[in-house]
């Protein structure tokens, strides 16, 4: 029982427990899944969109999937107002490193100074926790490809394959099962698409449900590329995922 503990963010509960970052992290539980696996040759990302009425013109941009610099990419979980600023944020970040330095961030450092950011909304009164979870993929020449994820606390982690979102108990749980070091990033989309598959609510999966993004070696550079919709919808007949379209007599 909260007693409370839970009307600041500031007070400790007797078990030591901050129980508004604990209810930050669960509205996270409510929003649509993030899906990041790192492969031997890129980082694949996949995340649902939550399409909540017909009538919703759907945006040309993407929902779930930012370019932070040129090497870094994030998908995101939660309340898509936090992310945002979270986002500019991060992008400033990279961009001053960049004019400083001459070279690009490395992705751990750009990752910490943004949790340094949510850890600081979780120590001072008056301030809420971000309702928002990322996922992290980038390249850099230290560590080559990383994934990391951080949570509302300002915790964060390097990952192999993880899950944000709605069902992300199941879907790492399937993760842990099914990854394999020498994952090549073909194989990382086609997990990916199946996890998603089997842990998310709707029972069809169709390219308007989802987004697909890659960070990838290209001629030596980086390059982010998110998948299009008619390239994502093949991708589900081709693995199975969804049956191709019926063909119109």
Known sequence: MSRRYDSRTTIFSP?????QVEYAMEAIGNAGSAIGILSKDGVVLVGEKKVTSKLLQTSTS??????????????????MSDANILINTARV??????????EPMPVE??????CDTKQGYTQFGGLRPFGVS??????????????????????????KAA???ANNQAAQSMLKQDYKDDITREEAVQLALKVLSK?????????????LAEVFMASGKVKYQVCSPEALGKLLVKYGVTQPPAEAS
């Open 15 to 19: 078990e030591g427990r901050l129980y």
């Open 62 to 79: 993407t929902e779930k999937m930012y370019k932070i610099d040129d090497h870094v990419a994030c998908a995101v979980a939660g309340i």
């Open 93 to 102: 970040q990279a961009q001053r490193y960049t004019f400083s330095y001459q």
């Open 109 to 114: 450092q750009l990752v910490q100074s943004l």
């Open 134 to 159: 990322f996922l992290f993929a980038g390249w850099d020449k230290n560590y080559g490809f990383q994934l990391y994820m951080s949570d509302p606390s300002g915790n964060y982690g390097g990952w």
């Open 163 to 165: 899950a944000v979102g």
């Open 199 to 211: 842990t998310m609510d709707s029972t069809s999966l169709t390219s308007e449900k989802l987004e």
